[in-house]
């Protein structure tokens, strides 16, 4: 069992930046994948980057050029530095770990893009 805690979220202008981070109360070494999904009210959650215990990252197309996912296993973190925010960037982001066939997830952080 892997728990996960994030923090980072927040409301921001457009064109702004934030960090999320996202720890685990387990090591992570053995964690196939990590990332964070996000999700609009009365929407499907949607990925918008992953990266693999291998350091291989991929991301969603619109978002690509603006965020950067980064994970740590000897601290047990996985991070997300977004950049240029858009209002469209407004949802609730969740963290996830995913072991074979077993999915983790955080609690969300809230992330609003407004002027």
């Known amino acids: 069992q892997v728990q996960l805690v994030e923090s980072g979220g927040g409301l921001v202008q457009p064109g702004g930046s934030l960090r999320l981070s996202c720890a685990a109360s387990?090591?992570?070494?053995?964690?196939?994948?990590m990332g964070w999904y996000r999700q609009i009210p009365g929407k499907q959650r949607d990925l918008v980057a992953a990266?693999?215990?291998?350091?291989?990252?991929n991301y969603a197309d619109s978002v690509k050029g603006r965020f950067t996912i980064s994970r740590d296993n000897a601290k047990n973190t996985v991070s997300l530095q977004m950049n240029n925010l858009k209002p469209e960037d407004t949802a609730v982001y969740y963290c996830?770990?995913?072991?074979?066939?077993?999915?983790?997830w955080g609690q969300g952080a809230q992330v609003t893009v407004s002027s």
């Open positions: 996830y770990a995913a072991s074979r066939a077993t999915y983790y």
């Open positions: 387990a090591s992570i070494l053995r964690i196939d994948s």
């Open positions: 990266i693999n215990s291998g350091g291989t990252a």
